[in-house]
């Protein structure tokens, strides 16, 4: 079991931040692969980054994705007494739901469900909830509770029970998604989880921020209302949203060896816990794995693991800033499958920066300032 802590300066009690530890469980490619099923379900359930950024769902509709390898989740509780849930806190979707008593799906059968009838703080919304993902949606009801995170009981918390999820979910750990953009982007109107305790009072400061520790077990955490200095050294880089409806960001171009190959002139970005890859577009990030040297193999740039140690680095310049990705960071190394780039194909034009890139670079979301903060982890 994962407890949440607080940490607080010693110069003031009020410089306090609550934490979350995050375990990084097996990855629904990783099961799927062990079952001997992966080829068969890659093929049936097309993996598809964008999709939960198509900007058709915006508003009312809040588009997901089909993730086969998300993998960090933390334990929240819902409910009187309280209902603990495995969640994936994301930063690309703005809900809270979890499986319900009332999902007939077979992906709700190895997941826990929230039961409202032994909760007594439970109270029906009497709306519904639909959230498209790539590849299937969840439908579900919507309800209010009192959710516990970190020790932060948000009180008449709206958020959406399952009814029905797609096929994919059986193989994650995770039983639900805490989202943590905008409210703009919520479906059916909720607000967000995040919101709510800024209203309240319930954080110390109008952000978050998120560690990634490079040790796959332990270390990985996401922190409410402050920064631990702990998780990065050097100084923080402050970035402008471009938009405040995800966490998006400028990216002034993508070199490999001081050569501009991608991104050339700009282009947009998303900073988002829920991806667990760097998606660009398909020929951005061919060009990069192009020069990487690598071959696509099924969908997967595909690499030998020996020559890890003599590829180059990939910088991501960013508002005057350059963040480095070694090849120790973007290549994923399974030793039943060999290694792969964590470089992804997908989309027009915008870019994700997910786990591969966070796990570099300690993120700070800001709230107050509409801002994403960046520092070398630690």
Partial sequence: ????????????????????????????????????????????????????FDGRFAVGNEAMTNDADMAYFGIISIGTPPQSFKVIFDTGSSNLWVPSIYCSSQACQNHDKFNPGTSSTYRNNGGSLRIQYGTGSMTGLLGYDTVTVGGIAVKNQIFGLSETEAPFMKYMQADGILGLAYPALSASGATPVFDNMMR???????????????????????????????????????????????????VDSVTVNGQVVACNGGCQAIVDTGTSL????????????????VTSQNGDYMVNCNNIAQMPDVTFHIHGQEFTI?????????????????????GDSLWILGDVFIRQYYAIFNRAQNMVGLAKAT
Avoid at 36 to 45: P, V
Avoid at 279 to 293: E, F, H, W
């Fill in 1 to 52: 079991m994962m407890w949440a802590f607080v940490v607080c300066a010693m110069v003031a009690l009020s410089e306090c931040l609550v934490q979350i530890p995050l375990e990084k469980g097996k990855s629904a490619r990783e099961t799927l692969q062990e079952q001997g099923i992966w080829e068969e379900y890659r093929l049936k359930f097309p993996y598809n980054p964008m999709a939960k």
């Fill in 200 to 250: 309240e009072g319930l954080v110390n400061q109008d952000l978050f921020s998120v560690y990634l520790s490079s040790d796959a077990q332990q270390g990985s955490v996401v922190s409410f209302g402050g920064i631990d200095p702990n998780h990065y050294s050097g100084s923080i880089s402050w970035i402008p949203l471009s938009r405040d409806l995800y966490w998006q960001i400028t």
């Fill in 278 to 293: 760097i998606v660009g577009p398909q020929s951005s990030i061919g060009s990069i794995n192009s020069r990487l040297g």
């Fill in 326 to 346: 070694p090849a120790s960071a973007y290549v994923l190394n399974s030793r039943q499958y060999g290694c792969r780039t964590g470089f992804s194909g997908g």
